[in-house]
T-cell receptor, first 113, second 119 residues
Framework: AQSVAQPEDQVNVAEGNPLTVKCTYSVSGNPYLFWYVQYPNRGLQFLLKYITGDNLVKGSYGFEAEFNKSQTSFHLKKPSALVSDSALYFCAVRTDGNNRLAFGKGNQVVVIP | DTEVTQTPKHLVMGMTNKKSLKCEQHMGHRAMYWYKQKAKKPPELMFVYSYEKLSINESVPSRFSPECPNSSLLNLHLHALQPEDSALYLC??????????????????FGEGSRLTVL
């Protein structure tokens, strides 16, 4: 079985401050980890992924995430948040040969001007 | 801009109507997906087509009927829906899901969704 936990419902951050959205996962086998962002009334947009290699992954719009195998975490980070980063963020995991993607519950990020 | 195109963007239908949602991708992907999403919730997987064959049906009621006419197109036929079926329906595609370990595969590309309201 594979699952993702996003412990917080909402993350509030002041514009210009660092943004962190937490994600932990549980899988049997090697995890393939993804972050997606969803703006109101839009589809999900792919931000970044970890498949293999360097544990620090850089993605779109200045976001990055660090894969930590010992802590089974894949937290999303941005050094300086923008008001336009306010959206719903989903962490997801799948494994090799498995086309079911397990999503976390999502985190609403609110960036305060 | 998404490379997965969904039509229509909005659909209002009565419980006795028959309608269809359409999805198209031209990225050469061999897996296509239908998801249902309620407000502020994660997407729920409904169906997966892999190489144009239905590979996953997540126990979806028969009033939802998927169809994959070719590798670029995916339809979702709707009949006798209930008000609780109102939701955002998302189509997605990905490269060969059985080789998710490859660097250039794995992620799903989503369309903008079709907002369905059942009266």
């Amino acid at each position: 079985a594979q699952s993702v936990a996003q412990p917080e419902d909402q993350v509030n951050v002041a514009e210009g401050n660092p943004l962190t959205v937490k994600c932990t996962y549980s899988v049997s086998g090697n995890p393939y980890l993804f972050w997606y962002v969803q703006y109101p009334n839009r589809g999900l947009q792919f931000l970044l992924k970890y498949i293999t290699g360097d544990n620090l992954v850089k993605g779109s719009y200045g976001f990055e995430a660090e894969f930590n195998k010992s802590q089974t975490s894949f937290h999303l980070k941005k050094p300086s948040a923008l008001v336009s980063d306010s959206a719903l963020y989903f962490c997801a995991v799948r494994t090799d040969g498995n086309n079911r993607l397990a999503f976390g519950k999502g985190n609403q990020v609110v960036v305060i001007p | 801009d998404t490379e997965v195109t969904q039509t229509p963007k909005h659909l209002v239908m009565g419980m006795t109507n028959k309608k269809s949602l359409k999805c198209e991708q031209h990225m050469g992907h061999r897996a296509m997906y239908w998801y249902k999403q309620k407000a502020k919730k994660p997407p729920e997987l409904m169906f997966v087509y892999s190489y144009e064959k239905l590979s996953i049906n997540e126990s979806v009621p028969s009033r939802f009927s998927p169809e994959c006419p070719n590798s670029s197109l995916l339809n979702l036929h709707l009949h006798a829906l209930q008000p609780e079926d109102s939701a955002l329906y998302l189509c997605a595609s990905s490269q060969d899901p059985l080789q998710a370990h490859r660097i250039n595969t794995g992620e799903l590309f989503f369309g903008e969704g079709s907002r369905l309201t059942v009266l």
